[in-house]
């Protein structure tokens, strides 16, 4: 263990020499690498529909609508705009000031860590990366050892496009992510659970590294009775459905009007039936671990036992495959309603009026994503106002993830700072103010000693602002 260590720190050592190089690129050299990951990706669209079967049970339709389109869709969009991204940025003087020009450069900061997770092991080790080589930085990924395929992917492709003085692909359990936390990067790009992400966050302050912590959380679905309820049911159906609710974006639970529980139920049930054609089932993407199923069994049969009714979650162990399910009306307090689920399980709990939904979300942390469903503009809006969230979603789910020009991130508990477009480059440089200063200065008036004039000329400038 100790000479995997040592081979990690080496690797990180050795990018060092290289960072002032990378900061120095121009926009077309970085636009050059963004290309030729771009077109590796493309090359390997096989190899990655591959490893997530064999990780996850993905089949190839999921695998490019959930990692390989979101990919490409980032790549297209970095290489589009770097450029204007890179550029210094002029901005207005000000009375005191007005003898300089005043700019703001954005530099890298310098080695990165990106630290992914397993539920979409490829896009969330490559999207970061990014926005670090938008950046102009250099990066060290650690993938999820629970998906070795995609890890073994992640480290091919990037091997096949960078030099490991600038990207490098280490793989490992807990330990090794650990050790690289020790070394003194300086940003930390973290996709997880909030308990991990305390943590990464602990470390970090040892060294004052910045960090990205893209976390989780459970994000509520709020169902007004003035909804189409059939469009509703196909869209929070399908985003629970796909990955097998492992997204951290998943709706978590829905908060329903009371009033139209039953219609709701009926339709996502229709759905979920649908979803579930003989083909499907013998693709439905799996649980990642014994460990990560026998979790999600046992919330179902903690809610059970709290006097849920359940509506499907037939499981097939041999498989690692939950069929989604149905919760209705979990006590408050159980585990399913405190735990964010990372599963195919959907809680819903019935409400009168808004408020006493509103005053369920905000008693709990702040969520990564926030959905409703409604035609009343006056109900989702006062929902907008009177919520915080990491992103609010009115008649839909999940999507927001798909357009760069979005940033996306979460609020305390579900994270801190955001990426995507160019929210993902300003995430990880750094804003240097520039000031270009004439030979004429006004300062020059008032230097000491302090005379009469002197103070008067500054108490007049004092009136002024």
């Not at 585990?335 to 819903?348: A, N, R, T, V």
């Amino acid at each position: 263990m100790k000479d995997t260590f040592d081979k990690a720190s080496f690797i990180f050592d050795n990018q060092k020499p290289s960072l002032l190089k990378l900061k120095n690129e121009n926009s077309n050299q970085r636009k050059k690498k963004l290309t030729l990951l771009l077109s590796e990706i493309k090359n390997s669209e096989e190899k990655i529909k591959a490893a997530l079967k064999a990780d996850l049970g993905k089949s190839d339709v999921e695998s490019v609508l959930t990692e390989i389109i979101g990919i490409k869709t980032e790549l297209n969009f970095a290489i589009k705009n770097v450029g204007k991204w890179m550029k210094k940025k002029y901005v207005p003087r000000n009375l005191l000031t007005s003898f300089a020009e005043p700019s703001v450069l954005a530099e890298p900061k310098g080695r990165v860590l990106i630290l992914a997770p397993w539920n979409y092991p490829i896009m969330l080790s490559i999207n970061p990366l990014i926005s670090a080589i938008a950046s102009g930085n250099a990066a060290i990924i650690k993938p999820s050892e629970f998906t070795p395929q995609s890890s073994l992917v992640v480290r091919e492709i990037c091997n096949n496009v960078f030099s490991p003085q600038e990207v490098a692909v280490i793989e490992g359990d807990g330990k090794m992510a650990e050790h690289l936390l020790s070394l003194s990067f300086d940003h930390i790009f973290f996709t997880g659970s909030p308990q991990k992400g305390s943590l990464v966050m602990q470390a970090a302050s040892k060294h004052l590294a910045g960090v990205t912590l893209e976390l989780g959380g459970k994000s509520p679905v709020v169902v007004d009775k003035n909804c189409n309820v059939q469009d509703a049911a196909w869209k929070i159906a399908f985003f629970k459905f796909a990955n097998a609710g492992q997204t951290c974006t998943a709706p978590d639970y829905i908060l329903c009007q009371s009033s139209l529980v039953d219609s709701l139920i009926l339709e996502i049930r229709k759905y979920f039936e649908k979803f579930l054609s003989e083909g499907t089932k013998n693709n439905m993407c799996s649980i990642v671990s014994k460990s990560h199923f026998d979790r999600i069994d046992g919330l179902i049969e903690d809610a059970r036992l709290s006097g849920a009714k359940i509506f499907g979650g037939r499981k097939h162990q041999e498989k690692l495959t939950i069929e989604p399910a149905i919760v209705l009306n979990p006590s408050k307090d159980s585990k399913i309603m405190q735990e964010e689920i990372f599963g195919p399980l959907l809680p819903i709990l019935k409400y009168e009026n808004l408020d006493e939904a509103i005053n369920y979300i905000n008693s709990k942390p702040k969520p990564l994503a926030l959905y409703c469903f409604s035609k009343d503009k006056k109900f989702s809006s006062k929902l907008e106002r009177e919520t915080t969230s990491g992103a609010f979603i009115i008649n839909d789910c999940v999507i927001h993830h798909a357009n760069p020009n979005l940033p996306f991130g979460g609020i305390n508990n579900s994270g801190l700072g955001s990426y995507h477009g160019k929210y993902g480059f300003d995430e990880l440089s750094h804003q240097k103010s520039i000031m270009k200063s004439s030979y004429f200065s006004p300062f020059k008036l008032i230097l000491p000693p302090y005379s009469q004039f002197k103070k008067n000329l500054v108490n007049l400038i004092n009136k002024i602002l």
